[in-house]
């Protein structure tokens, strides 16, 4: 592979992306914010019922890798999902997966 370039810094992007949207409580709170265009933080915790802190925390995580966007109006701050970045990273999925799928089938071929 000549032209493969080893990229850490985008494996570790990557990974961190994948590692943040994964986690069973941040797919909740994404749903969540998908079902209703907009949220901000009281909904979210009400609706799931968890700490109002837990819930900020797994919001951070979520704001670190773009996945959410914030408006703020007044005292309270709105979360709407960034669709250009989990669209972005469904690509990159779905990319992994025809590869995988061309693999197997060109392993059943041999």
């Known amino acids: 592979m000549e032209n493969f370039e080893f990229n850490t810094e985008k494996?570790?992007?990557?990974?961190?992306?994948?590692?943040?949207?994964?986690?069973?409580?941040?797919?909740?709170?994404?749903?969540?914010?998908?079902?209703k265009?907009?949220?901000n933080v009281n909904v979210i915790y009400n609706t799931l019922k968890i700490e109002q802190s837990?819930?900020?925390?797994?919001?951070?995580?979520?704001?670190?890798?773009?996945?959410?966007?914030?408006?703020?109006?007044?005292?309270?701050?709105?979360?709407?999902?960034?669709?250009?970045?989990?669209d972005a990273m469904n690509r990159g999925i779905d990319l992994f997966e025809e590869w995988t799928q061309a693999r197997k089938v060109a392993k059943k071929k041999k």
Do not use: C, F, P
């Open 11 to 35: 494996i570790e992007k990557a990974a961190e992306l994948l590692r943040a949207v994964a986690h069973h409580l941040r797919l909740k709170i994404i749903k969540l914010i998908h079902d």
């Open 37 to 39: 265009k907009e949220v």
């Open 54 to 86: 837990i819930t900020s925390q797994h919001l951070k995580i979520l704001r670190g890798v773009d996945v959410v966007r914030t408006r703020r109006d007044g005292k309270k701050i709105y979360y709407s999902l960034n669709y250009e970045r989990l």
